[in-house]
T-cell receptor, first 109, second 112 residues
Framework: AQRVTQPEKLLSVFKGAPVELKCNYS??????LFWYVQYSRQRLQLLLR??SRESIKGFTADLNKGETSFHLKKPFAQEEDSAMYYC???????????FGKGTSLLVTP | DAGVTQSPTHLIKTRGQQVTLRCSPK?????VSWYQQALGQGPQFIFQ???????QRGNFPDRFSGHQFPNYSSELNVNALLLGDSALYLC???????????FGPGTRLTVT
């Protein structure tokens, strides 16, 4: 069975501080992992995908198969990063996205 | 391109009634997925349509059904509504050639 766990419901950091949003998964095959973000009053949008290994808006995420983790990191948080962040997994079929419950990130000045 | 569009924005129904939600995919996309998002939860996969067929289904009862039209747009139907069906229903579209799914703004369904 697939499962995505985001242990923090809310994460509050100061502007300029590093931020790490945790994501752990369970899946027996080779997962496709994503981070989606939802800013206030906007639709859910793709932030990054592990296979592309890009850095989007300063965020990076590395897939650690040994620890079954895909944590999202940014070295210096900005106020505009305040949003709801969801980690999602897609299994071998590549169809359904299995989401975690999300972490609300609040960046305060 | 307006991206993924959904209608209506909000809907209020009575327990036992039936509801139909609509989705138009992003231009160039041929695959539509539906998700249910309860308050405080992440989206839960309902099903996915490709080539007018249900390709994969999540853990939802048969009261939830769908359809995809030749122009790739899709409908989600829910029969015999329960109070627990109150949620935000999200439509996502994708290309059959890529994993990335693009989400619509959602339809907020309230069952009273």
């Amino acid at each position: 069975a697939q499962r995505v766990t985001q242990p923090e419901k809310l994460l509050s950091v100061f502007k300029g501080a590093p931020v790490e949003l945790k994501c752990n998964y369970s899946y027996s095959g080779s997962p496709e992992l994503f981070w989606y973000v939802q800013y206030s009053r906007q639709r859910l949008q793709l932030l990054l995908r592990h296979i592309s290994r890009e850095s989007i808006k300063g965020f990076t995420a590395d897939l650690n198969k040994g620890e079954t983790s895909f944590h999202l990191k940014k070295p210096f948080a900005q106020e505009e990063d305040s949003a709801m962040y969801y980690c999602a997994l897609s299994g071998d079929s590549g169809y359904a996205l299995n989401f975690g419950k999300g972490t609300s990130l609040l960046v305060t000045p | 391109d307006a991206g993924v569009t959904q209608s209506p924005t909000h809907l209020i129904k009575t327990r036992g009634q039936q509801v139909t939600l609509r989705c138009s995919p992003k231009s160039g996309h041929d695959t539509v997925s539906w998700y249910q998002q309860a308050l405080g939860q992440g989206p839960q996969f309902i099903f996915q349509y490709y080539e007018e067929e249900e390709r994969q289904r999540g853990n939802f009862p048969d009261r939830f059904s769908g359809h995809q039209f030749p122009n790739y747009s899709s409908e989600l139907n829910v029969n015999a509504l329960l109070l627990g069906d109150s949620a935000l229903y999200l439509c996502a579209s994708s290309s059959s050639l890529a994993y990335e799914q693009y989400f619509g703004p959602g339809t907020r369904l309230t069952v009273t």
